[in-house]
């Protein structure tokens, strides 16, 4: 594989990761309209830190990569119980949208920040489907030469992330737009789906559906 392959390859992945719906998505929704684009960014570099992690393990220890890959099923639980937890504490907690003043940004402690940013560590660490997405991938660049697997996550890696923070941009834009009672029913579908996807990965896990693409 070449450079120009890699780079091809690279951004066609990195697209179809950008345009899933997937949990993050939803939470990446709701951080933003609780507080500001700040908070939505804490959480999508969680995101991104984990999947670099896995994509360095999966280059240089994917032995233990592997190992996460068959025990998916712990992995499946644990993050399914997280998503369900998270919908439930956001859909049950009494949430009073706040409008910020013009030029005046959401007061946030760093503490809130880096809690927001484990929460997205966490969100994508325990996907099982994030696991085979990236083992999948570097099975598909095996015998491939560093620099241009390099150059391949590089690229999936940018283009995750820049439409990430567009995601970001924009659902802060939606939420100076909105009525305080039209951000708390977006916050309530929010939660929905992100318990949704706790159950519907729970039973994926139970049923032993498979959880690839």
């Not at 150059?151 to 802060?172: E, H, M, N, Q, T």
């Not at 039209?182 to 309530?188: A, D, G, M, T």
Request: aromatic residues 14%; hydrophobic residues 50%.
């Amino acid at each position: 594989m070449n450079y120009s392959e890699a780079i091809i390859k690279g951004i066609l992945l990195g697209l179809f990761m950008a345009i899933s719906v997937g949990p993050t998505l939803f939470a990446i929704i709701r951080y933003s309209m609780h507080h500001s684009y700040k908070a939505g960014i804490a959480f999508i570099f969680g995101v991104s830190f984990s999947d670099i992690i896995y994509v360095t393990l999966a280059n240089i220890a994917t032995t233990w990569l592997e190992f996460l890959e068959d025990h998916q099923d712990i992995v499946g639980y644990v993050g399914s119980g997280l998503f369900i937890i998270m919908g439930l504490v956001s859909l049950l907690k009494k949430y009073k949208p706040k409008r910020p003043k013009q030029g005046q940004p959401i007061a946030m402690s760093k503490g809130a920040y880096f809690k927001i940013w484990g929460t997205g560590f966490l969100m994508n660490a325990l996907n099982p489907a994030v696991i085979l997405l990236w083992v999948g991938a570097t099975i598909s660049v095996a015998g491939t030469t560093l620099p241009p697997r390099i150059v391949f996550f590089g690229s999936c890696l940018g283009i995750v992330l820049g439409f990430d923070i567009i995601k970001v941009l924009l659902a802060d834009g939606i939420r100076r737009r909105l009525t305080l009672r039209r951000i708390l029913y977006l916050n309530r579908i929010s939660a929905v789906c992100i318990l949704a996807f706790g159950f519907i990965l729970f039973a994926k896990v139970y049923f032993h559906i498979s959880l690839g693409h």
